[in-house]
């Protein structure tokens, strides 16, 4: 993604949007839908928008830093019909551990097809 992510004047909450189209993701594929999410981001929220992605599907949604390590950030949402959800997370900090990726994966057993838009809530709260 060649979006800018917010690393501005502490404290402001903002809201990092992504739209993606998804043709036929495979069970347990996976979009990285932004890289290398800076050190100092606090997550506090996401947001997740689609319309119905097909049978059996499901979306997930992690940050994975650069040793591999995942943390979930929204759970296994079934996306068979119209999604539009709000979650609020307990805060989770890009920090030691280096810049992570926000990374969807399909949970379900079924291809998923169609557009999905995640809104990342967030504030930066420096390192």
């Not at 810049?99 to 809530?121: F, H, K, P, R, Y």
């Amino acid at each position: 993604m060649k979006k800018t992510f917010y690393k501005g004047a502490q404290g402001n909450l903002s809201l990092h949007v992504v739209t993606v189209s998804l043709a036929a993701l495979a069970v347990s594929g996976t979009k990285v839908l932004s890289d290398r999410l800076p050190i100092g981001t606090e997550v506090t929220g996401i947001r997740v928008i689609s319309g119905a992605l097909g049978l059996n599907t499901a979306l997930k949604v992690d940050l994975v830093d650069a040793a591999a390590t995942v943390t979930p950030v929204l759970p296994s949402t079934v996306t068979v019909a119209a999604v539009n959800k709000f979650v609020a997370v307990k805060p989770i900090y890009i920090g030691d551990n280096g810049v992570s990726d926000l990374v969807l994966t399909n949970s379900g057993t079924g291809a998923a097809t169609g557009e999905v838009t995640i809104q990342l809530e967030y504030r930066f709260k420096g390192y």
